[in-house]
């Protein structure tokens, strides 16, 4: 089986997580498993059912982020990755979009895709 | 010892040797260890120190806004997210960055082994 470029699944996992975010959030409940963890604005919580109630309960129900860096590395002997974004969040009527920084912590699945095992976002306040 | 004073007593050590003593940073690294720095991909605890101590400026203070830590697997590492501001010496306005270290255990010291730093752009 032939190894992907790391560079191109970091790249493909981010588009894919983030249109989801922004067209379905409820679907990215396929992208967590039950050990997986957010850390979203120092608020930790733990297994998929939490995670998606947190995205999924946010003060805005339109959003759409802009992606300006994506940086990945191998995360060590168990095939994972680390995927470093930045960005831009715009939310429905707002002028301003908000940055943010954001990383995951991918793991291989048993069927040849990433799992999110852990999640942390900040927002970068001016 | 609890994830959160290990990576508050991490990023406080790391920060303060960078400020004051940037070569020893080397201390923290190991051969495998990876830096991604704005982009560029740099490998290897010597390239790692050549390149930080390689930067445009001599003398900087980092100011922590942000610590966030999560163990990343079975394998007893963390993964330390930071945010904060970085002042350099005769620059009015700090730059804001944020990064992420990935430590691991090696007899009970950490190293890092991943380590991905992005300054966050007006």
Same mark, same amino acid.
């Given at each position: ?6 560079? @191109?699944?970091?790249?493909? =996992?981010? %588009? ?8 379905? $959030? ?7 498993? +039950? ?5 979203? %604005? ?7 059912? &939490? ?8 003060? =805005? ?6 992606? &300006? ?5 191998? &995360?060590?002997? @168990? ?14 009527? +707002? +002028? ?7 990383? =995951? ?15 942390? =976002? $900040?927002?970068?306040? @001016? | ?7 508050? /007593? ?11 003593? !940037? ?28 390149? *930080? ?49 990935? *430590? ?13 730093? !992005?300054?966050?752009? /007006?």
């Amino acid at each position: 089986m032939s190894q992907m470029d790391p560079d @191109a699944v970091s790249k493909a =996992f981010v %588009e894919h997580y983030y249109s989801t975010f922004d067209t379905n $959030r409820v679907g990215l409940a396929g992208l967590y498993q +039950e050990a997986s963890m957010l850390t979203f %604005e120092g608020q930790k919580i733990q297994g998929v059912q &939490s995670i998606v109630a947190k995205l999924t309960s946010l003060p =805005f129900q339109q959003c759409k982020h802009h992606i &300006s860096t994506v940086d990945c590395q191998p &995360s060590g002997p @168990a095939s994972g990755m680390l995927v470093f974004v930045s960005g831009n969040l715009q939310l429905a009527g +707002e +002028e301003h979009a908000l940055k943010f920084s954001q990383m =995951f912590h991918l793991m291989p699945t048993p069927q040849g895709s990433f799992y999110v095992f852990n999640d942390i =976002f $900040r927002l970068n306040y @001016a | 010892m609890d994830p959160d004073a290990v990576a508050k /007593a991490f990023v406080e050590h790391y920060y303060s040797t960078f400020d004051a003593n !940037r070569p020893g940073l080397v201390s923290l690294y190991q051969e495998g260890s990876m830096l991604t720095f704005e982009g560029q991909k740099i490998q290897g605890s010597q390239n790692i120190v050549a390149k *930080l101590t390689g930067l445009p400026f001599q003398q900087c203070k980092h100011n922590i806004t942000t610590v966030d830590c999560q163990p990343s697997g079975p394998a007893g590492g963390m993964l330390v997210f930071v945010s904060g501001n970085l002042q350099l010496a005769g620059e009015q306005h700090a730059l804001k960055f944020s990064q992420m270290f990935h *430590l691991i255990s090696n007899q009970g010291n950490y190293y890092v082994f991943n380590d991905i730093f !992005r300054l966050n752009y /007006a």
